[in-house]
């Protein structure tokens, strides 16, 4: 599963990655976000995300490392406005 190869280190060897400072932002900004795109279904709205899913993938996700990040090219995207 794509989706799940993204979440854990040990699954993610082969991909490479465009990560999100978001998934590094608190759970709760995080959160907040994923419900108000549940709600707002903009242009780039593909499903809802039910808050047991949030929680899975949240407590699920591993940020990259550097021996993982080393030798690909991975940008962190500053998505919190500051």
Same mark, same amino acid.
């Given at each position: 599963?794509?989706?799940?190869?993204?979440?854990?280190?040990?699954?993610? #060897?082969?991909?490479?990655?465009? +990560? !999100?400072?978001? +998934?590094? *932002?608190?759970?709760?900004?995080?959160?907040?976000? &994923?419900?108000?795109?549940?709600? =707002?279904?903009?242009?780039?709205? *593909?499903? &809802? &995300?039910?808050?047991?899913?949030?929680?899975?993938? !949240?407590?699920?996700? =591993? #940020? #990259?490392?550097? #021996?993982?990040? !080393?030798?690909?090219?991975?940008?962190?995207?500053?998505?919190?406005?500051?």
């Amino acid at each position: 599963m794509a989706g799940q190869a993204l979440l854990q280190a040990r699954r993610r #060897p082969l991909l490479t990655l465009l +990560a !999100s400072r978001e +998934a590094l *932002s608190p759970a709760k900004l995080r959160r907040e976000r &994923v419900e108000q795109r549940n709600r =707002e279904k903009g242009e780039t709205f *593909s499903m &809802v &995300v039910p808050p047991d899913m949030f929680e899975l993938a !949240s407590d699920m996700w =591993e #940020p #990259p490392e550097e #021996p993982e990040r !080393s030798g690909r090219d991975m940008r962190f995207i500053d998505t919190t406005g500051g």
